[in-house]
């Protein structure tokens, strides 16, 4: 078990509040130890501005030879990695091995990324020549979020330090240990001391990150803590953020030939993870009538057939949610929608084995009013039915939010509309709202972020464009009414 602080390649003790982890599906304590407090924060910061002048000047092949090495370690150690996962958050052992699996995968794709979005190129002009090359920004603070404790602060780093930037992380006090794993793939890649730093712990912790002399923040978590830093850094446009804050996102079914296939796609599209993913669909929007009631009856039929287990039980679907207060909130949360005026149709329950465990739930939200658009991180679908796909595209819409969203039709035309229509930065036809290709840029509108979307398109928050015009030696001007 790693300390709480790690700097110039060095795991120390921390000195501040001391927290721990326990696995959420069987109460085995999996970390624990004192976070990091300001001084250790600052000194983690400081090891990471050290370090950037000599890691931002390397060739470019070196630093992508590295992060290739790193990638293999990662390999190397990929079960480790997924157990550790699965331990933590209680997620499905596959899951957790496919999550390790896209750790590895994502640092080719963060190469071509670089290559394509951040590199340089040439042009000849009449005077010599014309120069594209991109900078790295100094030190990025890497906040990491619980559900994919892993894959998603990989994501911010190792585009980050692709680009010349170093890095300070701070892992969800949710989800601590993958962290080290991530750091002795880094050590024994290469990566020179002091290029990422990590510093455990939760808000006192983060509170003193954003404090720091930072360059960038790199941030995936909740729309509340999100905003608080966008609000923290008003009037700050030297602190590059790249804010990823989740979504209440929208599945219209509408029509489709196949009931089973549909009702397929949105148990997966609300209930993967256990809820857990950012990009799962929170509402279903059906048509009234015939068809609306055999796609929510097919629906239910999936619920109430999901094997729920701990991570290492066979052949599960859900684990439980990361923690017993999770939970507490799952339940209230429907609970409040249901004094709102939503009808329950599946109770998301807390299951007697305790931790973090709950049962798949389904509200019917279409005679709601009043209740808040936000994201519940957990397995309960919220379904409304309409009359026209005019209607379907309006309540699609109808949230703050801008994440995902889906459509499961065969008729084109509606997926013409759709694509026009919903403003979603992931929007999906016949496919899980959940499923996202990491090739692509991955974000979106409103509450779900600040336009600087992740995923391929990381490598455009992680570098700022230099542009030169080049002569081969000082040449006289000349222009209208200068003197000559």
Known sequence: MADGVYIDGQWRTGHGPAFAKSCPATGEMIWQGASADGAEVAAAVA??????RDWSRRPQGERTAIL????????????????????????????????AATM??????????????????????????????HRPHGVMAVFGPFNFPGHLPNGHIVPALLAGNTCVFKPSELAPGVAALMAEC????????????IVQGGRDTGAALIAQDINGLLFTGSAATGVYFHKHFAGRPDVILALEMGGNNPLIIWNPADVD??????????????GQRCS????????????????????????????IGAWDEPDIFMGPLVSEKARTQAVEFQAMLVAHGA?????????????????????????????????LFGPLMQVVRVRTFEDAIAQANATRYGLSGGLVSDDDSLWTIAYREMRAGVLNRNRPTAGASGSMPFGGPGLSGNFRPGAYYAADYCAWPQASQLAPTAARMTAPGFPA
């Open 261 to 274: 296939a549909a009702a397929d796609i949105a148990a997966q599209s609300a209930y993967l993870t256990t």
């Open 104 to 133: 590895k995968a994502k640092i080719a794709v963060s190469i071509a990324a670089q290559k394509e979005r951040a590199g340089e190129r040439t042009e000849n002009a009449a005077f010599g020549g014309s120069q594209l090359t």
């Open 47 to 52: 090891s990471a501005r050290k370090s950037f």
């Open 280 to 307: 799962c669909a929170r509402r279903v929007i059906l048509p009234a009538g015939q068809f609306g009631d055999a796609v929510i009856d097919a629906i239910v039929s999936r619920a109430r057939g999901l094997r």
């Open 68 to 99: 290739e090495r790193y990638a293999d370690e990662i390999g190397k150690r990929a079960e480790a990695i997924a157990e550790v996962i699965s331990r933590e958050m209680g997620k499905a052992l596959w899951d957790s091995r496919g999550e």
């Open 186 to 197: 880094f050590q024994a890649a290469g990566l020179p001391p002091g290029c990422l730093n």
């Open 343 to 375: 009808k329950p149709i599946l109770s998301l329950d807390a299951m007697p084995r305790g931790g973090g465990f709950v049962s798949p739930g389904i509200v019917d939200v279409t005679d709601a009013s009043g209740y808040p658009d936000e994201e």
